[in-house]
Each structure stands twice: as structure tokens, then as C-alpha cells.
């Protein structure tokens, strides 16, 4: 996992965030040859179960199976995701380092308040990122994102758009299974909502994506300005 030039790069909260919302859309670029990294805001160490070393081995399993270019931590604090100067710059050292194309973050219609900040924060960054003026410590060369989506984590909302990850459903469920900490119900381990059912919950939310748009399984996202078709009105 070497630094490089990346074509998407998604944001998470935590550890697991981006496999539940778009790890289908991920390992679908991947086999298409594009470069894809994910970036965890926190070390989500107000888990109720796992901890932080856990959840980082668990995450670097995750992203061998989706088999993406880079993974990194920026280690901002679980429940401290604060829109501060300080964060953002962080954030915006990212960006700088792998100049993405495009960037995904959490939709911010989401039961966690992490998630919604980690919006926040990421919405911020992908605009400073792009001003020339804008002073960081490390990568001082401005880049602009060329787009920006949400992914949704809890939530279920009509998306604005959908990806068909009916090839890569598998890969998508083999990298939420990486987190046994957080989906499996273990001896000890702390009974929650992700330790029921939630890893079916997600796929039959993407077969229910799927159904809408005539394909088996989909990944649904969410956009703030218009998409804009150019040549594939017609579908070719």
C-alpha cells in the first residue's frame, strides 16, 4: 500500500463505515483497475466491543479483500469529530497527498452523530483543499476534487444515484465479515445492533437498490447538486 495518486478516496468515521456503505462500489473500481483508498477518521475506540488494535487489524483485513491502494488513520478522536480549523486541516492533508478525483463521505441522514460530523468535516476540507492560499503543514499544493458523494452507513434514503455491485456483492460481504469484533455475537461481547442481523440488514438493503433499478444487488448514494449526463443518456 504505497502513496499514490488516487481516483476515489472515501471517508469513514470509523473503521467499517465505508465496507457497509459502498465496499461493493469499491472493490468493483478495483477490478476495473482504478485506484481506491479509504481514510478512517477515528480509531473508534468507543466501541462497545473490539479496540483500537483490533479494529485496525480488522480494517487492514478488510481492505486486502477489497484490495485498495492505500488505508489510512487520522486518529481525530471517536465522538470528537468537531468542526474545528484543526481537523479540517488534517483532513485537507489527505486530500493533498492523494489528489482523488473523487471523494465519498457518510451521508450526513444518520442515527451516529460521528457520522454526520465526519460529513462536516470532509465537506470542509474537499473546498479548502482546492484554495491556493490555504496554508497546511505538509502538502502546500492546493488540489481540486473534481466530485463528491455520500454513502449511506445506518440510513436507508432514496439514493440519487445507484451502482450496480452485483459481481461484487461477495467481496462486499467478505469485507464486513473482516469485522468479527463488530458483526459476530462472540462470548463476552456486548449485545448491539450490529451483533444482529446487521450484516444481512445491509444486503438485503443493496438487493432492494438492486431491485429498483433491474439489477440484483446496488449500492445507493446521495449527491448535493445535479449530476450532470453527458453521453450516456441512452445508456451506451
Known amino acids: 500500500m504505497n502513496e499514490t495518486k488516487l481516483d476515489i478516496l472515501a471517508f469513514g468515521a ?3 463505515d465505508v465496507e457497509i456503505g459502498m465496499s461493493g462500489t469499491i472493490a468493483k473500481y478495483v ?3 482504478y485506484k481506491v483508498g479509504i481514510c478512517d477518521l477515528t480509531e473508534a475506540e468507543l466501541s462497545s466491543n473490539g479496540y483500537p488494535a483490533l479494529r485496525k487489524t480488522e480494517a487492514m483485513a478488510a481492505a486486502q479483500i477489497l484490495n485498495v491502494a492505500v488505508r489510512e ?6 465522538r470528537h469529530l468537531f468542526l474545528t480549523s484543526e481537523r479540517i486541516k488534517q483532513v485537507v492533508e489527505m486530500i493533498r497527498k ?3 478525483t473523487i471523494v465519498f463521505a457518510p451521508y450526513e441522514m ?7 460530523n465526519a460529513t462536516k468535516i470532509v465537506e470542509e476540507a474537499v473546498f479548502s483543499a ?14 481540486k476534487v473534481k466530485s463528491f458523494y455520500y454513502y449511506m452507513i445506518n440510513g436507508f434514503h432514496q439514493p440519487d444515484f445507484t451502482i450496480d455491485i452485483t459481481a461484487t456483492i461477495d467481496k462486499k460481504i467478505a469485507s464486513l465479515n473482516a469485522y468479527q469484533s463488530q458483526f459476530t455475537k462472540t462470548e463476552g461481547a456486548v449485545d448491539t445492533p450490529l451483533t ?8 438485503a438493503r443493496e ?22 449526463i453527458e453521453n450516456d443518456l441512452f445508456g451506451v
Open 73 to 78: 488513520g487520522l486518529h481525530l478522536g471517536d
Open 110 to 116: 444518520d442515527r451516529h452523530p460521528d457520522h454526520a
Open 207 to 228: 438487493r432492494l437498490f438492486g431491485q429498483q433499478v433491474g439489477v440484483k444487488y446496488a449500492e445507493g448514494f446521495k449527491v448535493k447538486k445535479p449530476l450532470m
Open 196 to 203: 444482529n442481523g446487521y450484516v444481512e440488514m445491509v444486503e
Open 14 to 16: 470509523h473503521a467499517d
Open 31 to 33: 477490478e476495473k483497475g
Open 130 to 143: 482546492g484554495i491556493r492560499k490555504y496554508q497546511t503543514t505538509e502538502y502546500q499544493t492546493h488540489h
Open 98 to 100: 492523494y489528489q482523488p
